[in-house]
């Protein structure tokens, strides 16, 4: 392997504005389930939105991602059969008022949005021994979360709304989709313009979960350690900034 001295970033300062943005794209990102508009996405937008996601990390520069751009009526038929299916099955495993409010959320977008877009994990890409990944061998698997990630951010900076369907058989998602016995469906996403962006996550302003406090899930040296109670302290504002929607 050569030493080859790495090129360095020029100007590698942001402004203010641009934090500002970032946060702003962060805290306003939204998983979109009801609000798609059928208008078509335009090739250059996503282009920039995949190549977002193709710049994620990756642990041993892995790039384990692919992405399949379903676009097919009747291959989203299929696909959104098989989300009943398993939500149904999945509906009975709560109980009383639970399945009520669970059976009341609408939970994905299959047919509405304009594009779904499958992330998927290629488990054998670069061989079986790869650099950060020989004793945690789900790292691939964690590192095209962190494309997902990016392919979700990307596509708020471009007003565009993205969902992410879980609810699903993999075994059903990959026989539909064809996929190879190595490759792993992360992400099954629907993603389009929308009418609009609601102000808190859905699941927290229909009743279903609280976002936690972020100041109780930070501890020192290890699990369920001391806690810093003056970074608590500015943990606990940054959040109430964050949910006030003022600059951070």
Same mark, same amino acid.
């Given at each position: ?33 009801g ?21 994620a990390?990756?642990?041993? =520069?892995?790039?384990?991602w692919? =992405? ?14 098989? =989300?009943a ?65 990016n ?45 609009? =962006? ?8 229909k ?31 940054a ?10």
């Open positions: 392997m050569t030493d080859r001295a790495a090129a360095i970033q020029g100007d590698d300062t942001l402004t203010e504005a641009d934090r500002q943005g970032l946060y702003r794209v962060l805290l306003s990102r939204r998983d979109v389930r609000q798609f508009l059928p208008d078509p996405i335009p090739d250059e937008v996503l282009a920039r939105v995949l190549t977002a996601a193709h710049y990390p990756s642990v041993g =520069f892995m790039q384990p692919s =992405f399949i751009l379903v676009r097919s009526p009747e291959v989203r038929g299929r696909i959104r059969q098989a =989300f299916k398993a939500n149904d099955e999945a509906a009975e495993m709560f109980e009383g008022e639970a399945r009520a409010t669970y059976r009341s959320l609408k939970l994905e977008g299959i047919l509405e949005s304009p594009i779904n877009i499958c992330v998927t994990c290629d488990r054998d890409r670069v061989g079986p021994v790869v650099l950060g990944r020989t004793h945690i061998p789900t790292m691939d698997l964690y590192s095209t979360v962190c494309a997902v990630e392919l979700w951010l990307a596509a708020r900076a471009e007003g565009l709304g993205l969902g992410w369907v879980s609810i699903i058989s993999e075994p059903a998602l990959k026989d539909i989709l064809g996929l190879p016995e190595r490759v792993v469906p992360v992400a099954y996403l629907c993603l389009g313009r929308v009418s609009h =962006f609601f102000a808190q996550p859905e699941l927290e302003s009743g279903w979960r609280k976002r936690l406090p972020l100041a109780d899930l930070v501890t020192l040296d290890r699990w369920e350690g001391e806690r810093d109670e003056a970074l608590g302290a500015e943990l606990a504002k959040q109430a900034r964050a949910e006030g929607g003022a600059p951070m």
